[in-house]
């Protein structure tokens, strides 16, 4: 009797199923041979920190294929999220929803009704074999992506015709140059202006929603605005709720600003106790939840935001305020805030609660003040 070993059983399937689907290898030369009017963009990582940080892909995209009509292949979310207002390059969204076989059958019935030239699956977190397929089954005839992620093999890479090896881990690049050298691979890239023009453009009526915020709830304006986000999806990302409230409390002493929390439904745990902490202090915060571009327009008109490793930090850095961003288990180097005015405090140890209220409160100072 054969008996497999575990290593083995999982490379037989793979082994065979090389032989039904293969991917010719096609070069750069050829690709720009070919007229490209549809990109499908398989990533299923819709966390709004995920998405902010791909955009130099799609902008890089735009730039080589400013006619191509790009399709955005997302997952189903537990909170409701406006892909437009997060990323300007995207021009159709098809939702996989695989909790049903009838889901399923219908996102492939919609994703083969157009012609696919170039399909793009990046790689940057985690290596999806649903996405591989995904992407293969759209029939472009171009698919790109990773060979392997930091001496991490793609399993589905054989249905890939246009793939590298990527050592992102050592060279301590950030998830935005990630995602841009899945596309450099297909000659697509952008310039450091390029990427300093990357901000999420406020519309008149989004400046003006936050002024008239502001008028309501902040009316003095010799006052500072300091902006918190306590909460992260993610329980390893927070810093402890006491340290919040010390850090507050230290910065009303010495500034009397007024203080802002921005709380979602993934949120309510931490505020639910953080709020009563406060009012021991004496410290009434003004606690919103508005979608992204209005969120960013509140903190455009804000101070400084000082919050976890979660999307309200790169929201911040997208509209290119002053920005403190906690990291915990995650590393800075590739999760840190992109803008002019960002800045980071890695924990040495890993555990976010090792960084302390004083380290905090010191760089806030520095940086209000700068």
């Known amino acids: 009797m054969l008996i497999l070993k575990k290593s083995n059983r999982t490379k037989l399937p793979f082994s065979i199923l090389k032989l039904f689907f293969k991917s010719k290898e096609i070069s750069v030369e050829e690709l720009d041979s070919m007229a490209i009017n549809n990109i499908l963009v398989v990533r299923q990582h819709n966390q709004i920190g995920d998405m902010l940080c791909s955009l130099p892909l799609f902008a890089a995209l735009k730039k080589k294929y400013p006619q191509a009509k790009i399709t955005l292949v997302a997952s189903v979310t537990n909170y409701s999220i406006v892909f437009g207002d997060v990323n300007p390059f995207i021009n159709d969204v098809l939702i996989f929803n695989k909790s049903t076989l009838l889901h399923i059958f219908r996102f492939f019935g919609k994703l083969r009704k157009t012609k696919f030239d170039l399909g793009i699956v990046p790689s940057t977190v985690s290596i999806s074999r649903t996405s591989h397929f995904i992407n293969y089954f759209s029939k472009a005839k171009v698919r790109a992506g990773v060979k392997s992620m930091n001496g991490k093999q793609n399993k589905t890479g054989f249905l890939l015709n246009i793939k590298s090896d990527f050592y992102w881990d050592k060279l301590k690049m950030h998830q935005t140059e990630r995602n841009l050298d899945i596309v450099r691979q297909i000659g697509c890239d952008l310039t450091q202006d390029d990427k300093n023009k990357l901000r999420l453009g406020l519309s008149q009526k989004e400046t003006e929603f936050a002024e008239e915020f502001f008028k309501n ?4 304006k010799n006052r500072k605005r300091i902006a918190f986000q306590p909460g992260a999806g993610k329980i390893p990302n927070r810093w402890n709720i006491n340290n919040f409230a010390e850090l507050m409390e230290r910065l009303q002493k010495r500034y009397n600003p007024y203080i802002i929390i921005n709380s979602g439904p993934i949120d309510k745990d931490v505020t639910d106790i953080l709020l009563p902490e406060l009012g021991k202090l004496g410290i009434e915060p003004i606690i919103i939840y ?16 000082i919050s976890n490793d979660t999307g309200t930090m790169h929201v911040a850095a997208m509209v290119n305020i002053k920005v403190i961003g906690l990291f915990g288990p995650t590393e800075s180097y590739e999760w840190a805030p992109v803008n002019e005015h960002g800045a980071c405090i890695q924990s040495k140890s890993k555990n976010i609660d090792d960084i302390t209220v004083e380290e905090v409160f010191d760089k806030a100072i520095e940086m209000t003040e700068r």
Not at 217 to 220: G, H, L, M, Q, S
Not at 290 to 305: M, Q
């Open 290 to 305: 508005y979608p992204i571009r209005e969120t960013g327009a509140i903190l455009a008109k804000s101070d400084i935001l």
């Open 217 to 220: 709830n902040c009316p003095d």
